[in-house]
């Protein structure tokens, strides 16, 4: 598998998991004037303080600190190797505010005044500091907007990495493959919510990593790591191996 691959897989599985905690994802291209791409953004996400799913008999993971309002996430995906921090065009001084402004223009939340007081500490919030090994999650003051108030968290994601007591909290393999795990593979029938359909309702992005999920299930023998991930998603890509979806 190549490391295009293995990055896109890492991308598609954190959305998986911002989708399982109740967000509306997407991900996002910024333009600049010069007719060039200033940066593009992996994940951004947001989810609404009424958001319900008791149904599923799952709502969020206490580990991502969803908190009682709008929420908007602004993720990056860190592969194993690079630096757990976030890319250039959030935090440089030179690209950081046009870069910041034309999000949240895109969002459509903020008014200009809005955008502006906030672009300041959100630059802030993005850059790297030595030493910090904060334990939760980064986030700016609480907004007051005309659709209710809104915190913005700007969230690293490594999914690659186990765990680091060295840096601040981000959310690795471990938070990613536990909860996805509770949310796709109980090990009890529902009572309100089916677990067993065809798995590729869930889009070509996401459809092979729920099948792996979905395919452990019976058994209840977790992946252990990423690279289990990677394997059995090889697996699948092969011709004979794409022809039963579900179960």
Known sequence: MTTKEKS?????????YLRLNG??????????SEKKISGELDV??????????????????????????????????KSN????????????????????????????????????NV????????????????ITLKSSKLISTQFGPLSIRPILFSPERIDLNNTDKFIGWTELNDFIWQCLCPN??????????????????????????KDRQNSQIKLESINELYSEIEMLRKPAANTVYSK
């Open 8 to 16: 896109n897989i890492q991308e598609s599985l954190s959305t998986l």
């Open 188 to 213: 009890e029938q529902r009572d309100e919510c089916g677990t067993r359909y065809d798995f590729t309702a869930w889009g070509t992005s996401l459809f092979e990593i729920v099948k792996v999920f």
């Open 119 to 134: 672009v300041p500490e959100l630059i802030e919030l993005v850059q790297p500091k030595e030493n910090t090994k904060l």
């Open 44 to 77: 951004l996400a947001i989810r609404f303080p009424n958001h319900s799913q008791n149904d599923t008999e799952h709502n969020s993971s206490e580990f991502l600190e969803v908190p009682e309002t709008i929420d908007l996430v602004v993720a990056e995906i």
């Open 81 to 116: 190797g690079k630096s757990i921090q976030f890319n250039k065009p959030l935090r440089q001084p030179e690209n950081a505010v046009e870069v910041w402004t034309k999000i949240l223009k895109w969002i459509g939340i903020l008014n200009d005044t809005e955008i502006n």
């Open 23 to 32: 967000y509306l994802t997407t991900s996002f291209i910024i333009h600049n």
